[in-house]
């Protein structure tokens, strides 16, 4: 297998931040996100703190930055990452299609600011879990809920609909939403996910759905899901100035290690990771 020297989690300031600097140095680089590059950006309705571009827009500073990488000859993998694991010498990363590799890897996935459902801890790995295709076989023939925070949980709905005998959809969004008719879909706002041992039901402000298994589909999963040992404090993982975090070879930035969150913060931070995360190829 094609094994990069490092792999970028997250296509927002810090993550292309990282990309570009790793690139200047001549480092085979995978860069992993979503065409549009970040939700955050694109949404901005104005920057003013984004030095030499005052006044600037949200979608203009991100059309610039994409112009950037497009000029480096850096592409985006528009795939999302389910899991990291640290395998010594290198990272194995693991999508829903594909399996990577790389030496290094520098976490720039943003902040999840949504808070959890109730239950959603209690019963997480107990019916609970944040990818239903990597998860889906346990489904097989039994009931599954997706709470959807993106369109792109609507083809994880989808893909399950396959296996499970019964999958309900409850969008936390509005949109047109593309499902098969196999998936039912639940307009109403969870209020609890409840069970003894394992969990037994959706209750939403309207029905409780009787289920086996519920997944909340973010943009991104909580870091520590993410990345199997990883250490997080307060929900932001821990760094020390050069990045790094507690898993030698993996290192963090933007808005997943803490406030400010901010672009300068955020491509400052993407720099020094990928920085640091160059010398240590070079001195090994
Ligand atoms: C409306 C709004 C206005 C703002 N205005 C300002 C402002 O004026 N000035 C300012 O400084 N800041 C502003 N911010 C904050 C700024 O947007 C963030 O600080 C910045 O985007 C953080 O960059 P980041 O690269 O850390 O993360 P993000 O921009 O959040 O990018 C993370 C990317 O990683 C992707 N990702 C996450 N998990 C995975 C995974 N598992 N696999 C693959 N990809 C993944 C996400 O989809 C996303 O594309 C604003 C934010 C909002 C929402």
Redesign the pocket.
């Known amino acids: 297998m094609e094994r990069y020297d490092i792999a970028i989690?997250?296509?927002?300031?810090?993550?292309l931040a990282s990309a570009i600097n790793a690139k200047t140095r001549n480092r085979k680089v995978i860069v992993?996100?979503?065409s549009d590059?970040?939700?955050?950006?694109t949404?901005?309705?104005k920057?003013?703190?984004?030095l030499g571009f005052y006044g600037i827009k949200?979608a203009e500073l991100r059309d610039k930055f994409k112009e950037h990488i497009d000029n480096m000859g850096i592409q985006i993998e528009n795939?999302?990452?389910n899991n990291i694991y640290a395998m010594g010498e290198y990272f194995s990363i693991m999508t829903s299609g594909d399996t990577y590799e790389a030496t290094k890897v520098i976490l720039?996935?943003?902040?999840e600011h949504t808070k959890p459902l109730n239950g959603e801890d209690k019963f997480l790995g107990r019916g609970v879990g944040y990818c239903a295709t990597c998860d889906a076989p346990l489904y097989k023939n039994k009931v599954v809920t997706i709470v959807g925070y993106n369109k792109e949980a609507e083809s994880e709905a989808n893909y399950l609909s396959e296996l499970a005998s019964k999958v309900y959809y409850v969008p936390m969004y509005r949109d047109d939403y593309e499902l098969t008719q196999e998936v039912e879909l639940v307009k109403d706002t969870p209020v609890e996910i409840v069970g003894q041992n394992k969990v037994e039901k959706l209750k939403l402000k309207l029905r409780e759905l009787e289920t086996d298994g519920v997944f909340v589909l973010k943009?991104?999963?909580p870091p520590e899901q993410?990345v199997p040992g990883l250490e997080v404090e307060d929900g932001h993982i821990k760094v020390n100035r050069k990045m790094e975090t507690n898993i030698e070879g993996c290192y963090a930035a933007?808005?997943?290690t803490g406030r400010p969150?901010?672009?300068?913060k955020?491509v400052g931070e993407g720099q020094v990771a990928a920085l640091n995360a160059v010398e240590k190829l070079y001195t090994k």
């Open positions: 989690i997250g296509s927002g300031p810090a993550g992993f996100g979503s590059l970040s939700k955050k950006l949404l901005a309705p920057i003013d703190n984004y949200g795939v999302k990452v720039a996935m943003g902040m943009d991104s999963a993410l933007g808005d997943c969150y901010q672009y300068m955020s």
